[in-house]
């Protein structure tokens, strides 16, 4: 029994031969239950009932016992209160260990790589139990490293994922970028199945390990520009007319519906892969074949669409969510953003695209095919748009946009909060502006020639 109890304190301290098929020259303890008092607790609570339970086994050999049936009765619940406390320690311990992978070859030092896994695993300890996190991030664009760290527990950019149990963190690289600066990268792996790879800078101080998103040290080098109050920053190439416009925009969307611009730190990013780099991750299952998206503001902070410096299709999104007091009606949200700021996508020479250009497309398309109903192109959305844009989203801005001129910012605020789903949108659009399902073909086909 009590070599039992032994065997399996040891895997609580070892979690690596729980979950994977290492050799035993590879396994290394990359856990110190130091970190986390209640799970301390628990294994001294078993060593002492291990201990206690070897003391009684001794004393009966030796017949020292005068009342032996008590004694064997004590042992038995102790015995039941000791598995209780392994199987939930087990439990706890099952969940944020980080093993070292088989194939990590790395050049820190093994105390260093020790002390910064001990760190990451209290850090991804404490976002799985709701705790602050705060005091183990680096000041430095703290509040974004928090919420993309945040997303840990869904183990996705959008951390959405919720099955997040079946995957193990892995140490898969470790790496010197600097003085007291190491790049670490953690597989989250699960049977046969991989789910993000995650990056972390960690800054070892003499108060402590600290870890941000990899953001701020990968763009050390960019240059900053500021364009009224957007903080541009870039590697390369940089549109002032673009970002003046996005700057305007900025303004002028804020303002219609009654908020204070922002300030924001725009990166311009390449495509997709840059923003996931940037934000830690070298891959994510959840957002796999991404390529040509942005990144919506998250803590004043902006990624580009493939380059471009106008990014306000989600900036009118990000307003919007501010005064919604509903779930988000999408074909009322996405007319909106169409009109007041662009389609989302960019074409081939990397211009945004905008709803001018989408009208006369949809013109055209209706010249080639006169029996095209337009309800069924707003409800059925078949792609005949190029780059990813959308003609339900065209015709909304269309509806949109005579709503603002005949309802005013009153008439577009009821829209954003008209609640989801097209049954809520039709009975706002009904009510405002008199379109239908029975007349919408004719009203639409009218609005259309708004756009010379
Ligand atoms: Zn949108």
């Known amino acids: 029994m009590h070599l039992l109890v032994l065997f399996v304190l040891r895997r609580l301290s070892c979690p690596t031969e729980s979950i994977s098929n290492l050799p035993s020259n590879e396994r290394e303890v990359l856990y110190n239950t130091h970190r986390h008092p209640k799970k301390m607790f628990k294994v001294y609570l078993i060593y002492l009932l291990s201990y206690l339970h070897s003391t009684v086994n001794i004393m009966r050999k030796q017949r020292e016992i005068k009342n032996y049936k008590i004694t064997l009765r004590s042992l038995k619940i102790a015995k039941i ?62 509040t974004l490293s928090i919420t993309m760290f945040g997303n840990i527990k869904g183990i996705g950019i959008y951390g959405s994922e919720k099955n997040d149990s079946l995957y193990s963190p892995q140490l898969i690289n470790a790496h010197i970028i600097g003085e007291d600066q190491y790049f670490i990268s953690l597989a989250y792996v699960g049977d046969n199945t991989l789910k993000s790879i995650m990056n972390f800078k960690a800054t070892v101080y003499p108060e402590g390990i600290k870890f941000s998103v990899p953001l701020f040290y990968l763009t050390r080098n960019w240059k900053e520009k500021k364009v009224g109050r957007i903080t541009y920053h870039y590697a390369d190439y940089f549109n002032q007319e673009r970002a003046a416009k996005f700057n305007r925009e900025n303004t002028c969307i804020a303002e219609k519906l009654g908020l204070p611009p922002e300030n924001f730190d725009f990166y311009l990013v390449d495509d997709y892969f840059d923003i996931l780099r940037f934000l830690g991750y070298s891959y994510d299952s959840e957002t796999a074949g991404h390529e040509n998206e942005g990144f919506s503001p998250v803590n004043g902070y902006i990624f580009s669409t493939m380059h471009n410096e106008d990014f306000s299709h989600d900036l009118f999104h990000y307003y919007a969510e501010k005064i919604r007091t509903h779930s988000r009606n999408s074909a009322a949200e996405e007319g909106i953003a169409y009109s007041w700021g662009n389609a989302y996508y960019v074409d081939n020479n990397g211009e945004m695209i905008d709803q001018r250009q989408l009208v006369e497309i949809l013109k055209s398309y209706l010249l080639t095919n006169p029996n095209t109903s337009l309800l069924n192109l707003f409800s059925k959305n078949p792609p005949i748009f190029p780059f990813n844009t959308k003609v339900r989203s065209l015709i909304a801005s269309l509806i949109s946009d005579e709503v603002e001129r005949r309802k005013g910012l009153t008439g577009i605020k009821l829209m954003i909060d008209c609640g989801h789903g097209d049954d809520n949108y039709f009975k706002i659009i009904k009510q405002l502006i008199g379109i239908n ?16």
């Open 81 to 142: 209160l000791l598995w209780g406390l392994l199987l939930t320690a087990s439990g706890l311990y099952g969940q944020t260990s980080i093993v070292k992978s088989i194939v990590l070859s790395s050049n820190v030092p093994k105390d260093i790589q020790l002390r910064l896994t001990q760190a990451l695993d209290t850090l991804i300890y404490r976002i799985y139990n709701n705790k602050s996190i705060s005091s183990e991030i680096d000041s430095a664009g703290a």
């Open 437 to 452: 399902a029975t007349n919408f073909d004719a009203e639409v086909k009218q609005l259309l020639e708004n756009y010379k």
